[in-house]
């Protein structure tokens, strides 16, 4: 067809449907998803007739909007990755066992606050909080515990750490190392992110300049000593779970990365010495077709800033490789039991975004940690969309898509002029420094907020279609007794360990910190004496100082 | 009548870092005429204690999704009845199953509120509690 009678054509539909509508309105004045993106009445080819084919491109080939490898799913799966811990790190062992049992292929560390921000559990600012939220970790001891029978070379293991992921990756380590697997075999993830805690997540200990030198020294340390670790997770998860919009995750998310690659170049790195294991992590929500554009769009404008920006010339720098979870925020409290219907389709759109590795939330999430059944469903869900809906049995399955395509259009034109914003501010630090994305991020969560209040945002089961005198569901239960017990572990620890042994690594280490030395051994040699978290933290902290935020 | 604004702190006990509801909750209650502050992260209940008798506020608004609120919440209300400072009405919200609730107003947490519970509905029940406590003084 001639372009001139298609034009007729589409004319001609566009006065027909204008009629119907005048006998059956449409539902909104305005279809908008979550970054305010129009959604129009039809897509049609001439949404896609201005895509070069570069843009859109081939599995595996840059800018990767249609993933990173050319087969996808149809070699291997993403990896079943369930975030887990509680309590002790023996309770928390058995956990991980069983989920490994159940079919699941890598594991997913939770640590406990005290142990995120660096203070041992008999600290008095960890009071009330031990084993709550993950597993708590003193020293190498409960590290040797949590990983018992655990095979380090077969397994991945992905640790939800930040301010003191040189500590646990050391310990992670020295564990391998007991179990006679040399740092060269282990794979893994820490997530290493100061930036997003100071954005959105809240678990920062010091300053930036000694945040991201710390990082730094991971970045290098690793490219030798643990070259399949990847080395950082860099995430939007927790800005989109703060509030923001899909297109304030990536773009906050994305700038956060320059800033980390401007600063390991500027620490002396090569580019392709340590992007390839820069690695990301983004959020699953709810706008089922925004979502899957924004992880296509995700890996496009990456590539590009890898490319055009820092020249890196090795293929895999310039690959985004992603982990998602699905969104915990958008889960009710009132009634759970639909939160797996909300979740299914959440993981859906990861899967057809192209995620490397999936966390599906528990139904129970808005009320408590999950209980095993819980923790079992999730899990089933990402084995039905795997196994059974033939989702994956080819790339991108969507690419092409009039709709989709150009929505990953306008998610990467929004991204650009976020990030254009703050490199002008001076890069993400300084943006962080002066509140813009926090503030950024206030302004939408409080729309949200109201819109749900108003009803113009429904929410299934919470401002809509209720039920009365629901019956509460089982939830699981820390043992409150566990603080204790982990002090007391603590206590004969201190009893039993080489007391010189642990002073002489922390003078080390505190030398090294006032130096410019590689931090990464001197935290090992410590580790490997058993000081505990705390007291590495704090010799850290009498150099570095404590982040205070604006 | 007393015609002062309401002055409500809004605090975040213990190690937890998600704010994004106690932010909402003190935007809101601002949008409602009363004088807010808002602590930060990582408040032990002593220096929320100190800051709520220094700031002479009437309400303790405590969020905490970590799991930690049967040890932190009522710690808080302990060091103000310490303080005789235990007039300041302490309300709380969170992560908080429905079987901690009782443990939690017996140990004086006026009440407690979960996930998809409006603003205004807080508003309300502050404004509420308030005007009952300068009834009965």
Redesign the interface.
């Known amino acids: 067809m001639s372009q001139s009678a298609w034009q007729e054509r589409r004319e001609k539909w566009e006065e027909k449907t204008e009629k119907q509508l005048s006998r059956f309105p449409e539902r909104k004045e305005s279809f908008v998803t979550s970054s305010g993106i129009e959604v129009k009445r039809l897509y049609a080819p001439e949404n896609v007739d201005e895509h070069t084919e570069q843009e859109i491109s081939l599995p595996g080939e840059f800018p990767y909007t249609r993933g990173i490898r050319p087969s996808m799913y149809r070699s291997r799966f993403w990896t079943m990755r369930q975030y887990a811990g509680f309590g002790s790190a023996k309770e928390t062992n058995k956990r991980f066992r069983y989920l490994l049992e159940q079919g699941q292929t890598g594991l997913s560390v939770a640590f406990d ?2 142990t ?2 660096g ?1 041992d559990s008999d600290d ?6 031990v084993g ?2 993950g597993v708590a970790i003193d020293s190498l001891e409960d590290m040797e515990v949590l990983l018992d029978g655990i095979p380090l070379d077969r397994v991945s293991t992905s640790m939800t750490i930040n301010a003191p992921a040189s500590i646990l990756l050391a310990m992670y380590i020295a564990v391998a190392e007991k179990q006679g697997v040399s740092s060269k075999q282990i794979t893994g993830t820490i997530q290493n992110d100061i930036l997003k ?1 100071y954005i959105a ?3 920062y200990i010091f300053p930036p300049a000694p945040s991201m030198r710390l990082i730094t020294d991971i970045f290098a340390y690793c490219s030798e000593e643990v070259p399949k670790w990847n080395t950082i997770s860099i995430s939007g998860y927790h800005i989109r ?3 923001s919009t899909a297109v304030q995750e990536i773009a906050f998310t994305l700038a956060d990365g320059i800033a980390y690659v401007e600063a390991a170049l500027q620490a002396g790195l090569d580019i392709d010495q340590f992007a390839p294991r820069l690695s990301f992590f983004f959020n699953a929500h709810n706008h089922f077709f925004e979502e899957i554009a924004k992880f296509r769009a995700a890996r496009r404008v990456w590539a590009k800033i890898m490319k055009e920006r820092f020249h890196a010339t090795n293929e895999r720098s310039l690959q985004l490789r992603f982990h998602t979870q699905t969104g915990g ?1 958008t889960l ?3 009634q759970p039991d639909n939160n797996i219907v909300r979740v299914t389709l959440q993981a859906l759109a990861a899967v057809l975004g192209g995620t490397q590795s999936l966390h599906t939330n528990s139904r129970d999430e ?4 999950p209980t095993e059944d819980s923790a079992r469903i999730a899990l089933r869900t990402q084995q039905i969309i795997a196994y059974e809906s033939g989702v994956a049995d080819t790339p991108d399955p969507l690419g092409g898509s009039y709709y989709i395509e150009e929505l990953t259009d306008q998610i990467e034109k929004g991204v650009w002029e976020y990030i254009q914003r703050i490199d002008e501010m001076g890069g993400a630090v300084q943006a962080i420094e002066q509140g813009f994305m926090q503030r950024e991020i ?1 302004r939408v ?2 729309e949200t ?1 109201r819109k749900i ?1 108003d009803g113009s945002e429904i929410v299934v089961g ?2 809509r279609f209720r039920v009365e005198n629901e019956v ?1 569901p089982q ?1 699981l239960r ?1 043992d ?1 007794a566990l603080g204790e017990e982990q002090v007391k572990r603590l206590e004969q620890l201190r009893a039993k360990r080489n007391g010189a042994e642990v002073e002489e690594s922390l003078a080390r280490l505190k030398a090294a910190a006032e130096g410019t030395d590689n931090l990464m051994p001197h935290i090992l040699h410590a580790v490997k004496a058993y000081a505990t978290i705390g007291e590495i933290c704090n010799t850290l902290r009498e150099v570095f100082g404590e982040y205070r ?1 604006v | 009548m007393n015609n002062q604004p309401i002055r409500v702190l809004i605090a975040k006990p ?7 509801g106690a ?2 909750i003190a ?2 209650l601002r949008d409602e005429g009363m004088e807010v502050i808002y602590t ?3 408040q ?1 209940p002593a220096q929320i204690v100190a800051t709520a008798i220094q700031e002479d506020v009437d309400v303790i608004g405590l969020s905490c999704l ?3 609120h ?3 919440f009522p ?1 808080v209300t302990r060091l103000l009845r310490e303080e005789k400072a235990d007039d300041i009405i302490v309300i709380g919200g969170g ?1 908080i ?3 901690d609730i009782p443990f939690l107003l017996e140990s004086g947490i006026k009440s407690i509120f ?3 519970t ?3 509905e807080t508003a309300d029940f502050i404004r509420q509690a308030v005007r009952e406590r300068e009834e009965d003084q």
Request: charged share 20%; glycine share 12%; proline share 10%.
């Open positions: 606050l005290p995120q921000i203070y008095p600012m960890a009071a009330g909080e709550k939220v805690e997540r809240g678990t779970e703060a509030g925020s009710t409290a009132q808005a009320l408590a940690l206030h969560a409080l907020q209040e919470m401002n509460p939830l820390v409150p935020p | 213990g190690l937890d870092g998600h704010d994004r932010l909402i935007q809101s930060g992260l990582r032990t970590s799991g930690a049967n040890e932190l710690e992560i199953p429905q079987e979960t996930p998809g409006t603003t205004k």
